[in-house]
């Protein structure tokens, strides 16, 4: 299995509204990634958890709220988002080895957000 | 900081070879990776080049070369369905950074 899955496909939210992202692998990867992408820019990393630890949060503002209950799941929690959020959300995950986690990433097809 | 330049858009034609050359400026250093992406779809992974030199993978090679920063997708025998954005993404630390893409249209 070397997919990873990502729910939903599609979500509209109002910006009163709280919702969750879903990730799932089965790869046995110990890193997972959650990227933000807007249309014709390349994926910005948000956040990386590596043995269910964060590891790296890029400044992302309060209101989105990762959280990896186990090694194969990671969620994306968003509460009182703009319309300036909404956006294509990636999740990705990858091997680790050692402290260094420079391994191929493999990516969902992503949740296409919009913030009304 | 990191800065990865790379052409913002190349047209090629169909059974043609095109080059797509990735600079970078960047500390800590670890590889550079080549990714694919068609539009509306997730990246999806072509090369990783740690050490310098040439690595081919069927009609896909990604070149290297650490001490002038700067690397190149080669693409042979094109086929419409290589129309996508190709992105270089840079590892360094923990993270991997994306450039911001390079959009390639074949032409029959």
């Known amino acids: 299995d070397t997919e990873v899955t990502q729910t939903p496909k599609h979500l509209v939210m109002g910006m009163t509204n709280k919702k969750s992202l879903k990730c799932e692998q089965h790869m046995g990867h110990r890193a997972m990634y959650w990227y933000k992408q807007k249309a014709k820019k390349p994926p910005e990393l948000m956040f990386v958890?590596?043995?269910?630890?964060?590891?790296i949060n890029e400044s992302v503002p309060s209101r989105f709220s990762p959280e990896c209950p186990n090694s194969s799941l990671l969620n994306l929690h968003l509460h009182a988002l703009q319309p300036e959020d909404s956006a294509l959300y990636l999740c990705?995950?990858?091997?680790?080895?050692?402290?260094?986690?420079?391994?191929?990433?493999?990516f969902g097809p992503g949740t296409r957000l919009t913030v009304t | 900081g990191q800065n990865i330049d790379q052409p913002t858009e190349m047209t090629a034609t169909e059974g043609a070879i095109v080059q797509i050359n990735c600079t970078y400026q960047?500390?800590?250093?670890?590889?550079l990776f080549w990714y694919q992406q068609h539009a509306g779809e997730a990246p999806t992974f072509l090369s990783y080049n740690v050490l310098d030199g040439l690595e081919e993978k069927g009609r896909f090679s990604s070149f290297l070369s650490r001490s002038k920063g700067y690397s190149y997708l080669l693409l042979k025998e094109l086929q419409m369905k290589d129309s996508a954005s190709y992105l270089c993404?840079?590892?360094?630390?923990?993270?991997?950074?994306f450039g911001k893409g390079t959009r390639l249209h074949i032409l029959p």
């Open positions: 990705a995950s990858s091997q680790v080895e050692g402290t260094s986690i420079p391994y191929e990433q493999y």
């Open positions: 958890y590596s043995y269910e630890k964060l590891s």
């Open positions: 993404a840079v590892s360094r630390d923990d993270k991997i950074i």
């Open positions: 960047t500390s800590g250093f670890n590889g």
